[in-house]
């Protein structure tokens, strides 16, 4: 009995021997990361990111406050009437599938003084050269972002505006409103948050279709498609992604700093953790921390080694990305994802998501911009060009690294990029393969004996290319 208390203490003695060099060398290594994360100039501190105080008189936040607290949904008010009509619209950029009831009721809610009041304001907003919303970056991740969807809605009502003016034949005046709201939108692009940036990409996203559907049905003047392409080109800018994940990566050495002093329960690391039993897992977390800890540092190093080269990533074309980093999460090869990196492992699908929305908002604007220059070419010219040759800078795609594919048919054309699956799918947009796959859709009864088909989710739509398609 003796020999084995011996033995199991000689065991133990190696063991604790072991623990203790793990997390010596890993707590050097993670010091030393952080040292090299400072040396590259990339922010570890909350401070570092916050965007500097902006003078009232030049902050065009003041005004969309302004317009968010006039913005009630209130039943009955204009503003509600218009949201709940919107959401019935087939297509809220092509006015030729709305209703007559539609025609007819929202025109006279766009031109109410609810409204125009709130056009008034955003528009005088748009001028101001700068944006700060008084954001409370302290709180990291629990930071409030409610100005978010009151900036996506405000798209929305000057997409809906330009439609109209575009309808009722003044083009030059729509085109002034696709610019206004493209400059609001842009007023994001200062936030240090991820999330503000993805939604500003989908801001830009609503006014390139909007801007096609009125370009291929009115005609445009040289000078105000010069604008648009110009104010369209800035957005190319990859910087305000950089410092989303800037953001990123300082929410990421909060999250480990609280594990490592168990703030957070150690079940959140393994995502499975049960909030109904909040005590008894912080408990649990308490007793198996200890001896966690030395792998917790070692997935803290891991966390921020990859988030620095995904970060670096941004600063290449898509399909670059890709071809460098064959295996289907994003990531080299070389960093194969060890079973105890449970916090790492959840990084890669978020991460390409987002390179894959920069790459999409990217396509959609050098369509957009290249569309718009071949319809002042059909206006100079009478016809559309036979290539892509008449411009001076070929638009690349950034799926492919190669010239947009381009084709004059008739008195028409289409021009596409490969979109998302970095294949030629003819030319086939998100939404004419959505409407392809609802198609297939098998009916089913609804309760009251109606027989309705299941709506597609978009995410469903994936072998699409980003298009436009000229009818005229």
């Not at 709180?139 to 409610?146: D, Q």
């Not at 009115?218 to 989303?244: H, T, V, Y």
């Amino acid at each position: 009995m003796k020999k084995f208390f011996k033995v199991l203490g000689v065991i133990f003695g190696i063991l604790i021997g072991i623990y203790i060099i793990l997390d010596i060398t890993f707590s050097i290594q993670l010091k030393n990361k952080i040292a090299e994360l400072k040396a590259q100039g990339r922010p570890i501190t909350i401070a570092e990111i916050i965007p500097p105080p902006v003078p009232d008189e030049e902050n065009a936040a003041i005004l969309y406050n302004k317009v968010f607290a006039l913005m009630k949904y209130e039943e009955g008010n204009n503003l509600k009437k218009l949201s709940t009509i919107e959401k019935e619209l087939k297509s809220l950029y092509d006015i030729s599938q709305w209703t007559d009831e539609q025609r007819k009721e929202i025109p006279k809610l766009v031109n109410s003084e609810e409204l125009q009041e709130i056009y008034f304001l955003l528009e005088e907003g748009s001028q101001k050269s700068k944006c700060r919303f008084n954001l409370e970056y302290e709180k990291g991740a629990e930071t409030e972002l409610r100005h978010l969807s009151k900036m996506r809605a405000v798209t929305r009502l000057f997409c809906v505006k330009a439609v109209l003016e575009a309808e009722s034949g003044n083009v030059g005046k729509a085109f002034d409103t696709i610019l206004i709201g493209l400059r609001i939108s842009n007023h994001l692009k200062d936030e240090p948050i991820q999330i503000s940036q993805l939604l500003r990409v989908s801001c830009d996203g609503m006014i390139i279709e909007c801007i096609k559907n009125i370009a291929e049905s009115k005609n445009i003047s040289l000078e105000q498609a010069n604008m648009i392409i110009s104010e369209l080109s800035i957005r190319k800018d990859i910087k305000p992604f950089i410092k989303g994940e800037d953001n990123q990566r300082i929410l990421g050495i909060w999250f480990f700093q609280d594990m490592l002093h168990n703030k957070i329960p150690l079940s959140v690391l393994f995502a499975f953790d049960n909030w109904y039993f909040p005590r008894k897992v912080k408990i649990i977390s308490s007793l198996i921390l200890p001896i966690y800890k030395p792998l917790l540092k070692k997935d803290f190093l891991f966390y921020l080694t990859l988030e620095s080269q995904v970060q670096d990533s941004f600063n290449l074309p898509y399909y670059e990305f890709v071809k460098n980093n064959p295996i289907e999460k994003g990531i080299p090869m070389y960093y194969r994802i060890s079973l105890y990196f449970f916090r790492g492992e959840q990084l890669p699908d978020p991460y390409n998501m987002i390179l894959r929305r920069i790459a999409r908002h990217q396509a959609n604007i050098e369509v957009c911009k290249t569309g718009l220059a071949l319809k002042i070419y059909k206006e100079e010219n009478g016809t559309y060009p036979e290539t892509l040759d008449f411009l001076s800078e070929f638009p690349i795609d950034p799926f492919s690294g190669k010239k947009l594919i381009y084709k004059k048919i008739a008195d028409s054309f289409i021009l596409y990029s490969l979109g998302p699956n970095m294949e030629d799918d003819g030319g086939i947009s998100q939404m004419e393969k959505i409407i392809q796959l609802q198609s297939l859709q098998e009916p089913i009864k609804t309760p009251d004996g109606r027989s309705l088909k299941p709506q597609v989710h978009p995410n469903s739509a994936k072998d699409y290319d980003i298009v436009w398609k000229c009818e005229k």
